[in-house]
């Protein structure tokens, strides 16, 4: 095969790739098997390590799959896998056939370790340390899951919804409506600022994000100083052209020093391309380069002090800033949650908060929209981390498609069984904000859609009945907090369950009907 054609395959196996991933980030017709989602992600760097960290599985040696990769071609994981560094290749293109942009063409940039090399250690600190915040943050997958899960997906739906506005007024019900819960603006700025970013760097600079910013590129960097192929300059006939110097996106060949530095090489093979005199070879490395780039304990002892110094600011804020989480929208008697509910299969807001990436796969994926992207319900340490939004949704008491999806085992799959006893939370009444007291009159709303029958009615005034909760067997899956219709308090909601309980099976006459998708509220 000649070396031209090693692009074409690095553009048609990234395309593909890409617009699988995407598609299990935007589908909202759930129509993608299972089975789909651990063949596809397991090759994802910062999920496939956190698995094997955490749970030793076959879903885990991704990571070890990239480094081998790695050791042997190079980066391939950033130009041929991963969605992030994709969607800066469409981004560089797509500015390419811009009349204006055309102009910006690439060079060589000298290496900046000191801000990959912190990053780098960030990102480390956050693994050992657990402060997921800080990996979710950098890690490349979970950005590119933000970005399509707030930014993308919602456009896809809303035009959907418009299509099927449009068909259904000729009676033609391909499409259908789908509801859109709306997220917390802080999050989608941070959504925003990523997506503006990366699109910056990608139209001016290329892949600058991959190597100033990202820990992984940095990281496999690393190995790719080992690597068994490398791209190299043929000095006997290099003309100096700096043909290959303008279509490199890493910005790593060094016309001048005809040195190609690759470990910060993507290998997007653009420069095999354009060489006229075949002066750029991808083969086996046959020498050492020497390493001129200064070693991370080189720099300035000033720039250390204060990465250190913004570590420890991070890590502490990460552990005190945690606050009781109001519920919004409460009636006169004001009601807080202490704990926020995690998913089922989660085990704990500890494991969740320590394994979690807040990739916003089970957000995407989630059936009910009862999961959302978390503000201040973990405390700083899980912001934008999936939590269970009863006015948004409620657990389906069938569902296990989070445990399904979860590229990190942050939220386990389990069977049907253990989940309908898993109980993340317990219901709380507050009678002083429920109609039969405010008003008078009955309601019922809370019990009739209760699955366990935790909630049930029992008298109260004359002909009233009121909710009442049995502790031991609700599940906490919100179904009657997101059923209960006052306006514009709740009467009822769920206190979560720091570390996950097994609630007690409900008597079969006690379960007389399972929570239904659609509420009458």
């Not at 299990?24 to 397991?42: A, C, G, H, N, Q």
């Not at 992984?216 to 000095?235: A, D, H, M, Y």
């Not at 008697?333 to 989660?346: L, Y």
Request: proline content about 5%; hydrophobic content about 40%; overall charge neutral.
């Amino acid at each position: 095969m000649k070396l031209a054609a090693l692009k074409k395959l690095r553009v048609v196996f990234s395309i593909l790739y890409f617009l699988l991933i995407l598609t299990l980030f935007i589908d909202f017709t759930d129509i993608i098997p299972e089975k789909i989602y651990d063949s596809v992600l397991f090759l994802q760097f910062v999920p496939s390590l956190l698995t094997l960290v955490n749970i030793f599985t076959i879903t885990g040696i991704g990571f070890l799959i990239i480094i081998i990769l790695n050791i042997f071609f190079g980066r391939v994981y950033c130009s041929f896998i991963c969605p992030l560094g994709i969607m800066q290749d469409i981004f560089s293109y797509i500015a390419k056939k811009i009349r204006r942009l055309k102009r910006y063409r690439y060079a060589y940039i000298k290496p900046l370790h000191w801000i990959r090399y912190s990053f780098l250690g960030i990102f480390i600190i956050g693994l050992i340390s657990g402060i997921t915040v800080l990996i979710s943050f950098l890690d490349p997958y979970s950005i590119f899951g933000r970005i399509v899960s707030g930014l993308i997906r919602p456009v896809v739906v809303e035009g959907n919804n418009l299509l099927a506005s449009v068909f259904q007024k000729f009676d033609i019900y391909t499409f259908y409506v789908v509801d859109l819960q709306p997220q917390h603006w802080q999050v989608m700025i941070v959504s925003a600022f990523f997506l503006l970013l990366i699109l910056l760097f990608s139209v001016f600079k290329g892949r600058l994000y991959c190597n100033t910013i990202c820990p992984v590129g940095t990281l496999l960097g690393f190995f790719s100083r080992f690597s068994v192929f490398k791209i190299n300059i043929n000095k006997n006939t290099c003309t100096s052209c700096k043909l290959c110097e303008k279509v490199c996106k890493a910005g790593c060949i060094d016309i001048p020093e005809q040195n190609v530095e690759f470990d910060r090489c993507i290998n997007c093979f653009n420069c095999l391309t354009v060489c006229p005199f075949d002066s750029i070879q991808y083969s086996l490395d046959r020498k050492i380069t020497k390493q001129e780039s200064p070693a991370p304990s080189e720099q300035n002892p000033n720039n250390r002090r204060q990465f250190f110094a913004l570590l420890a600011l991070i890590f502490a804020a990460g552990k005190s800033w945690s606050q009781d989480i109001e519920v919004h929208d409460t009636a006169t008697f004001p009601t807080k949650r202490k704990v926020a509910v995690s998913p089922p299969g989660s085990d704990s807001i500890e494991h969740f908060n320590s394994v979690c990436t807040a990739c916003h796969l089970c957000v995407s994926a989630c059936p009910t929209h009862v999961l959302q992207p978390a503000y201040t319900d973990y405390g700083l340490i899980g912001f934008m981390q999936p939590v269970m939004d009863n006015h948004a949704g409620f657990c389906n008491f069938d569902c296990v498609k989070c445990g399904e999806v979860c590229p990190t085992s942050a939220i386990q799959l389990l069977d049907l069984e253990t989940k309908r006893q898993t109980q993340i939370g317990i219901a709380q009444f507050v009678k002083q904000n429920c109609i039969v007291e405010t008003e008078g009159t009955n309601c019922g709303a809370c019990a009739e859609h209760c699955p366990t029958k935790a909630v049930r009615m029992v008298p109260y005034h004359g002909s009233l009945v009121i909710p009442e909760v049995t502790d031991n067997i609700c599940i906490g899956c919100g179904a009657c907090e997101y059923a209960c219709p006052t306006t514009p308090h709740k009467a009822i909601y769920v206190e979560g369950n720091a570390i996950h309980q097994r609630a007690q099976k409900p008597e079969e006459k006690e379960q007389e009907r399972e929570v239904e998708d659609d509420f009458p509220f």
